[in-house]
T-cell receptor
């Protein structure tokens, strides 16, 4: 079945640094979504991407829909302590009502 | 605007006891509804989804069941809980159109003892 690969499992950065995460697949997706989950809460949708090559920003976050439609990346600039959490990518093929999720990357920000 | 509620927020239940978790959505009609389980703060496992009243699709065999008695209500149940049912249960709703964006509730932390 379809899988989304996110690695590494954990990332540790210094406050103020930029960080980039990517999400890859062997399958093509029509939509890429990025979510952030704070501890003990439900994931929150950060950015949605709908077209190959699309680059979208949300504050300090920027995400891109890969040209091949098999990958996406998320950049966080000038990280702050509240950026800690688990970042999930998700893809939608359009074929059914389900999303395919990556396993997530846990981000830690050292002050 | 749309709002999604889950209750209870936390639950501690003994092995073998029944379970009922409820999810309701406000501010939208005929949403797709989803139940996910998350173990140890990691990946999201899709358990059930529904595209309409009375329509339930099961993703994994297990001792859980789901029902959708009303358009914006989704219930997760079990007749007898197992230790392995412990986890963080998340309900989500989606429009099912466009990019199929899903929006998650606050979750229920279930501990089976």
């Amino acid at each position: 079945g379809q899988q989304l690969n996110q690695s590494p499992q954990s990332m540790f950065i210094q406050e103020g640094e930029d960080v980039s995460m990517n999400c890859t697949s062997s399958s093509i997706f029509n939509t890429w979504l990025w979510y952030k989950q704070d501890p003990g809460e439900g994931p929150v949708l950060l950015i949605a991407l709908y077209k190959a090559g699309e680059l979208t920003s949300n504050g300090r976050l920027t995400a891109q829909f890969g040209i091949t439609r098999k990958d996406s990346f998320l950049n966080i600039s000038a990280s702050i302590p509240s950026d800690v959490g688990i970042y999930f990518c998700a893809g939608y093929t359009g074929a059914n009502s389900k999303l395919t999720f990556g396993k997530g990357i846990t981000l830690s920000v050292r002050p | 605007s749309q709002t999604i509620h889950q209750w209870p927020a936390t639950l501690v239940q003994p092995v073998g006891s029944p379970l009922s978790l409820e999810c309701t959505v406000e501010g939208t009609s005929n949403p797709n509804l989803y139940w996910y389980r998350q173990a140890a703060g990691r990946g999201l496992q899709l358990l059930f989804y529904s595209v309409g009243i009375g329509q339930i699709s099961s993703e994994v065999p297990q001792n859980l069941s789901a029902s959708r008695p009303q358009d914006r209500q989704f219930i997760l149940s079990s007749k007898k809980l197992l230790l392995s049912d412990s986890g963080f249960y998340l309900c989500a709703w989606g429009t099912g159109t466009g990019g199929n964006e899903q929006y998650f509730g606050p979750g229920t932390r279930l501990t089976v003892t």
